[in-house]
């Protein structure tokens, strides 16, 4: 008897893993993943390139692969059945990387520290989701869910010795009912406020370095 019930102990441990693996997949919501970065390089710039380096940070407790949604009592929840497909920090990298060269500026990732190239640093200290509605939602349950997006960075343009060319902060919203397009947009939105800075940054220098016509002497302009 007792060497039956050895040989049946395998058995009883097999199905009973069978039956936790079953409960977890009917138990667990189905997932989509998306990226935070969807934008299409469309580059049309002609000649030698700006060249920067790129460095970015993004806050600990929003590096996370989860939506995170924050009530108006600071409560966070996440959003169960969607998820990011890497980590925010990995995903704004890579937009702000097509930005800058959809606007003519080449970024250095991996550039050694030999290269003398200006560095823009970039820190998104809050990326989070709101209930736009919550209080309909009070009163009536049955109302769809629209989700507001707060994004707030800042950033630093950095010469090659360390001093601080530039610097701001950008705070940009969203709304919308997808809870993704709303931190897409955000997010875009502000990276693009960014670029839009380095690349007038950028031209300014051109303009002290090479002047236009309008600059030059009056004798010059009449060829005297």
Known sequence: MKLKHLLLLPVVAFGLQACVNLNLKTTLPPQTYYSLDKEIITPSCTGVL??????????????????LVVNSEGEVTSIDSIKWVDLPQN????????LALNNCIHVSTQASYSEKLDTLRLYVNDMHLVVANADELSTNPSLEKEYSSRIFL?????????VRLKSGVVLTTSKDKNPVY???????SAASKVIGQVKAYNDGLKEIKNPSDDNTKPSQRKGV
């Open 154 to 162: 800042s950033y630093d343009l950095l010469s090659p010795n360390g």
């Open 91 to 98: 995903m704004v990298r890579n937009l702000v990387v097509k």
């Open 50 to 67: 700006d060249n920067i380096k790129l460095e970015t940070t993004v806050l600990s407790p929003y590096d996370t692969k989860d939506l």
């Open 182 to 188: 709303a931190l897409q947009d955000a997010i875009k």
